[in-house]
């Protein structure tokens, strides 16, 4: 593989993806909305295109496309408040856009084509591990029509053409556009700045994967593994299954460790209206690739520790660009 595109490529996961496909050697183009800007990717190689872009305009979309070896779709409004801001935009968005778009993947001739879903998913499961073929059970609109473009994307695998459908885990960790509006992130940046954490419920049950675990998974995808062995395929991403309150006492731990001045740490709980709660297993992309995560829930505590510390997340809890529901209300007419 030579030429990658990334659709949604400038967001919390492309700005740590990009860099590690141009260090491989690959030419990247980047086809994103750029509700947040450019900062957090590359500046000055010559290898990466950046195209504002609306997967809505299929022309377009194609265009950015064309003469790539493989797509790594990352695009959607994500998250369940962005989604609800405006559910028929989100709709367009995250399902009516999606199967004009692989179909033009497919026209464009591009062999292989890497499709972030999430376990989000599964929504709510009592199960003691919830494999890839536990029945989706989605408790709001965004995971409802996540799950509901997987088919559409299967339906056009051929001998020409590879799709791979990941699962991945909640995303933690520090990325150049990192967002604090998920679970680690979140307690995190309580953690650190106000001296206190907020659980809310707490025994819900989330599973989670290290930013630079899921993204070295979509770099080995391009490469590592012969097509027979992902086409047509659905895999969960992710590390190990926590319930809230266990995450909020490892963030405690670690943030009192590279804070001492701040402990101790109070953990406080309130009551919640999020009833996501899933065990995840993620056994059969370690049994059929051999892939599992290499970095802890400490390691994504510490490394944004490191960026709280030496002044790469200023005003986290002021600035919108942390948040994707904030950020998201530009699309939303008013």
Excluded at 28 to 49: H, Q, S, W
Excluded at 102 to 127: H, Q, R, W
Excluded at 161 to 177: E, M
Excluded at 252 to 274: G, H, M, N, R
Aim: charged share 25%.
């Amino acid at each position: 593989m030579s030429a990658v595109a990334v659709i949604g490529g400038a967001g919390y996961k492309g700005c740590v993806l990009v860099p590690k496909l141009l260090a491989q050697g690959h030419e990247v183009v980047v086809f994103d909305l750029l509700l947040f800007g450019t900062e957090g990717l590359p500046e000055g190689d010559d290898r990466l295109e950046i195209i504002e872009g609306d997967i809505r305009d299929v022309d377009a979309y194609r265009a950015a496309v064309e003469g790539a070896d493989a797509v790594i779709n990352l695009a959607c409004i994500s998250n369940d408040p962005s989604f609800e801001l405006d559910p028929s935009l989100s709709r367009k968005i995250n399902f009516e856009a999606f199967e004009p778009i692989v179909k033009a993947t497919v026209d464009a001739g591009v062999p292989l084509y890497i499709y972030a879903s999430t376990s989000s998913v599964y929504g709510v499961s009592d199960a003691p591990e919830v494999t890839e073929d536990h029945p989706l059970v989605p408790v709001s609109d965004y995971n409802r029509f996540k799950g509901m473009t997987e088919p559409l994307l299967l339906k056009y695998r051929s001998d020409t053409f590879t799709p791979v459908i990941i699962r991945p885990a909640t995303v933690c960790g520090y990325s150049p556009r990192t967002r604090l509006d998920l679970t680690v992130n979140i307690l995190t940046n309580h953690a650190v700045n106000k001296g206190a954490i907020t659980v809310f419920g707490g025994a819900q049950k989330r599973p989670n994967v290290h930013i630079d675990d899921i993204t070295d998974l979509y770099v080995d995808l391009l490469h590592r593994w012969p097509a027979e062995l992902i086409a047509g395929q659905t895999f969960n991403a992710g590390y190990e299954n926590f319930t809230v309150r266990a995450l909020a006492d490892q963030v405690k731990s670690v943030v009192e460790d590279e804070f001492p001045e701040l402990a101790p740490i109070d953990i406080v709980t309130t009551p919640s209206d999020d009833m996501r709660s899933y065990h995840v297993s993620s056994k059969k992309i370690l049994d059929v690739l051999g892939w599992e995560p290499q970095r802890s829930i400490e390691d994504a505590v510490r490394d944004l520790c490191v960026a709280f510390r030496e002044g790469r997340l200023p005003d986290s809890f002021d600035d919108d660009k942390y948040f994707n529901v904030r950020t998201t209300k530009q699309l939303v007419p008013q």
